[in-house]
């Protein structure tokens, strides 16, 4: 099958990619995303309000299976504890992974890659900013939900708060809950597969990656069911934008050299003047470069110039061609 681009990537050239630019503006946008999680915490009943509001809302409407996978992943630790290390582990492994792959494959194709990511990783923060969200995992026990991640930390380096190292969950926000980037990357992650894996296995794992990971995070009750889907639709928000924010970063990349290069032109032409026997008496650049004929040599039917005031005299015998006529005497 082949592959398509997304619009709007290929019209100008673009820059080799290196890796040493790619690398930091990564780091910035992922350091940008925790910040900002971390952050904006919000106040905590509203959170807890609005988790209420969205478990109330998925059992109107018939959508609350949060409920029977924790019980089964509570129940059953063989699925459990492997579930648990899925949530912990792969959002941070699978994705870099993908970035590279994509990296070394194509430039375009990892361009509109990585900002279809970063665009949807920022509507995500927006999220997470303007709808601070209670996971069930933190609700009041009366609800029936169960803590996977504490329940099993001894299996893994997670403690019992997030899914951060033991000891360092109080550097998370655990109220960034709508909507599930989690589900959102492994979406993302699962196109990239699909779209550019060249196998049956490839394909496979881009549509069993987002699936699985989705289950994940609701049997372990870290996200609502409306939490995947709001992850989704952030992802599909991205890759709307994405064509846009290419072109704007195009223009940008032009714009920039363009304004500071007639400057530099000018400096470095004020610096190195254009040297006197270059330039004739009106100014204009002489094209013999300052050669000049030696006296008395002539190029074949070359008639003499000679300059002031009045008219040219007729030229003498001597100095016609062969086939002038002398002058009558």
Known sequence: MPHTETPGTEAAPHPRLRWWTELPLIVLVYACYSAGRLLVRGDVSDAVDHGLAILDIEKALHLNAEHPLNRLFTREPWIGVPADFW?????????????????????????????????????????????????????????????????????????????????????????????????????????????????????????VYPLVTTIVVMGTANHYFLDAVAGAAVMAAGLLLTPFVLRAAARVRTRLPARFAPAAAGSANAAVPAPASARDGAGSMNVSGGCQTSAGERFPRQREQRFGAGPEPDPAPSDAGDETPAPAR
């Not at 582990?89 to 194709?109: D, E, G, N």
């Not at 990783?121 to 504490?150: E, K, N, Q, S």
């Not at 001894?154 to 360092?168: D, I, K, N, T, V």
């Open 87 to 207: 949530y912990a582990s792969l959002h941070y492994v699978v994705t870099p992974a993908i970035l590279i792959w994509l990296f070394r494959s194509r430039a375009v194709r990892y361009r509109a890659a990585r900002t279809w990511l970063m665009t949807s990783t920022f509507i995500g923060l927006i999220g997470f900013t303007l709808l601070p969200t209670c996971p069930p995992r933190l609700l009041d026990a009366g609800h029936g939900f169960v803590d996977t991640m504490a329940q099993y930390s001894s299996y893994g380096w997670w403690g019992g708060e997030a899914s951060a190292p033991r000891g360092l969950g109080g550097m998370t926000n655990q109220y960034a809950a709508m909507p599930s980037l989690h589900v959102g990357w492994a979406l993302w992650c699962g196109v990239m597969l699909w779209r550019h894996g060249g196998t049956r296995t490839a394909k496979a794992a881009g549509v």
